[in-house]
């Protein structure tokens, strides 16, 4: 049985990831955290609580960006590992602006040291969450993989394309195959209380008025998680993977972000109070994502719609028990 190093397995996304991949048996699983307070650490041990005691999972609380590649291996205690699935990361593009030092520490850095991890230790899969940021503010609709000259707007999106290139470096060198999966904003139950359904929800809830930047009119791909994770699922069992490569994984159907917020309305039956604000800095216009390459190469298919999705985080938000954030 392989074993999965999985940095980031007590996140949103991670913890997701997590459950499909104990449930369907193939694999051992070492999930990596830091356990960074970014949102409230609270929930992250909530999200893998579930797995504690499983046979096949064990933890390790280490920061990738602060720990030597010597001391990564320490805490493996010898145990081989097969596969990185590297989905740790600083996310948010606004936070980024304000702390850019912190963002390449993690997001570069990290993923450097995990590189040299699998070269010193002779891991030959690597497959590395990357995001939509990278294509910045690209007319070039929908969104393709071979885009030349990407150009991003915020040192979030700049870190996820500069470590996508040490993946490629290692691929070349270092006999990796390093699958870079571009994520398009993910959205479900557990996800952060910072994303927007999560935040308008929240806001909604307590009578708030929900903010948009811009006049929305600005729109995203999202992408329930659980297509992601199978995303991930596909390029895990990719055997013809080349050296090298950079996948969009999303919905491939952009929606307005007062689409969005009417369907949250619709779902919640609400009628919310709206701000328009400003547009920030380092937001891009729009995202969409070609999935022909994924669609192609992994069979991917994304199946939940936006309003299937919304109506699935509302019952886990309002389910008993549910962890309040």
Same mark, same amino acid.
């Given at each position: 049985m392989q074993t999965i190093l999985l940095t980031g397995g007590a996140g949103f996304i991670g913890s997701?990831?997590?459950?499909?991949?104990?449930?369907?048996?193939?694999?051992?699983? $070492?999930?990596?955290?830091?356990?960074?307070?970014?949102?409230?650490?609270? $929930?992250?041990?909530?999200?893998?609580?579930?797995?504690?005691?499983?046979? &096949?999972?064990?933890?390790?609380?280490?920061? =990738? /960006?602060?720990?030597?590649?010597?001391?990564?291996?320490?805490?493996?205690?010898?145990?081989?590992?097969? =596969?990185?699935?590297? *989905? /740790? /990361?600083?996310?948010?593009? &606004? #936070?980024? $602006?304000?702390?850019?030092?912190?963002?390449?520490?993690?997001?570069?850095?990290?993923?450097?040291?995990? *590189?040299? *991890?699998?070269?010193?230790t002779g891991v030959q899969r690597f497959i590395f969450a990357s995001s939509s940021s990278v294509y910045g503010n690209n007319a070039h609709m929908p969104w393709k993989e071979t885009?030349?000259?990407?150009? #991003? =707007?915020?040192?979030?999106?700049?870190?996820?394309?500069?470590?996508?290139?040490?993946?490629?470096?290692?691929?070349?060198?270092?006999?990796?195959?390093?699958?870079?999966?571009?994520f398009f904003t993910v959205y479900g139950p557990a996800q952060r209380p910072d994303l927007a359904i999560h935040k308008f929800y929240n806001q909604v809830r307590h009578n708030e008025e929900i903010t948009l930047y811009g006049d929305g009119s600005t729109s995203r791909d999202y992408t329930y998680v659980s297509d992601i994770v199978q995303g991930v699922l596909k390029s895990l069992a990719w055997k013809e993977a080349p050296p090298f490569s950079a996948i969009n994984i999303g919905s491939g159907r952009p929606v307005t972000l007062l689409e969005l917020v009417h369907t949250l309305e619709e779902a919640m039956d609400v009628t919310a109070r709206i701000r328009f604000m400003d547009e920030q800095p380092g937001d891009v216009k729009h995202t969409y994502a070609d999935i022909s390459a994924a669609q192609c190469l992994l069979h991917y298919a994304p199946a939940v719609s936006l309003r299937e999705g919304v109506a699935s985080f509302l019952r886990w938000k309002e389910s008993p028990g549910a962890f309040d954030y």
């Open positions: 997701h990831l997590t459950e499909a991949l104990l449930a369907g048996g193939g694999y051992n699983i $070492i999930c990596l955290d830091s356990f960074d307070d970014f949102y409230p650490v609270a $929930i992250k041990q909530q999200n893998i609580r579930r797995f504690a005691g499983h046979p &096949r999972f064990s933890l390790l609380t280490m920061d =990738i /960006a602060f720990s030597t590649v010597q001391e990564l291996r320490a805490a493996l205690q010898g145990k081989p590992v097969d =596969i990185i699935i590297h *989905l /740790a /990361a600083k996310a948010g593009v &606004r #936070p980024s $602006i304000e702390h850019p030092l912190a963002y390449y520490q993690t997001n570069v850095l990290g993923t450097l040291n995990l *590189l040299e *991890l699998a070269r010193q885009e030349q000259g990407l150009r #991003p =707007i915020s040192p979030y999106a700049s870190s996820k394309i500069a470590a996508e290139e040490l993946g490629q470096v290692y691929a070349h060198l270092h006999n990796i195959t390093f699958t870079a999966l571009r």
